[in-house]
């Protein structure tokens, strides 16, 4: 029989494999701050329906949350998944909302056979150093990823910092978390003076096996729709198959 998990506990996987800096919990939306770094950890989260009572309608749900990030100095951005309110995406969208970055949720069972692995050694790096290597590999200075490797040191669960290096070149990066018995893959980048050779699919390759061996039973990762190129390695390459779609409206 095949192993299947819930949309919840997916996106719940998710979110606590990449941690806000702060974040508070309001009528069942899980509100997250960090820095500006990630739509991820600076939007609101809807996860579970609404215990105040008497409920409070959307409209002044929306507007206190946007007074909540104003205060952080943040944009208020909301990510819509199957888990939130019905009417809350038209909601935004008539206040004129932009819809930003449609995502697919994809999951692998690790039951099936994994790819074979092309040459290359995979090796797990402490934070700083695989800081470095991730914006020397995507070309971005490391001043602007500090609070990027906060939330790295901020993950509670196991995970692997892993780079991909062909003799003494690193040439791609990527991470994996842990959480019971699914693992997350984040962060991947090939250095784009590497890619078409494998390399890529050799990373997260590693990156399953690994979760497999600390007893993960599936993998997930996200991927943005229009980003063909990756979608090609996760689906026809990986085997991996969309759960569900989620977008951001920013406010």
């Not at 939130?84 to 069972?109: E, H």
């Not at 196991?158 to 062909?166: E, I, T």
């Not at 699919?201 to 599936?218: K, M, N």
């Not at 026809?236 to 198959?241: D, I």
Request: charged share 20%; glycine share 6%.
């Amino acid at each position: 029989m095949s192993y299947d998990v819930s949309i919840q506990r997916l996106d719940e996987a998710q979110l606590n494999a990449w941690p806000a800096l702060q974040q508070m919990v309001y009528d069942g939306w899980l509100l997250r701050f960090g820095k500006g770094y990630t739509k991820r950890a600076n939007s609101v989260n809807p996860l579970y329906p609404p215990v105040q009572r008497p409920l409070l309608d959307l409209d002044t749900r929306i507007a206190a949350c946007e007074s909540i990030y104003a205060a952080r100095d943040l944009p208020l951005i909301f990510r819509i998944t199957p888990l939130a309110p019905p009417d809350l995406d038209d909601r935004l969208v008539a206040r004129g909302c932009q819809k930003i970055s449609p995502t697919l949720v994809q999951t692998r069972d690790l039951g099936e056979p994994l790819p074979p692995v092309p040459a290359g050694d995979v090796r797990h790096e402490a934070l700083n150093a695989w800081i470095e290597i991730f914006c020397r590999i995507s070309g971005q200075p490391v001043a602007l990823h500090q609070t990027h490797k906060t939330i790295l040191s901020l993950i509670p669960t196991p995970c692997f910092l892993a780079v991909l290096v062909d003799g003494d070149t690193a040439v791609a990066c990527g991470v994996a978390v842990l959480e019971r018995d699914v693992v997350g893959v984040f962060d991947l980048v090939t250095a784009p003076e590497h890619r078409g050779k494998g390399y890529g699919t050799a990373l997260i390759t590693r990156l399953l096996a690994w979760g497999r061996e600390q007893g993960a039973a599936r993998a997930y990762l996200g991927v943005e729709q229009d980003n063909a190129p990756a979608r090609h390695v996760y689906e026809s390459k990986l085997g991996f198959e969309t759960r569900y779609t989620y977008w951001y409206r920013r406010v």
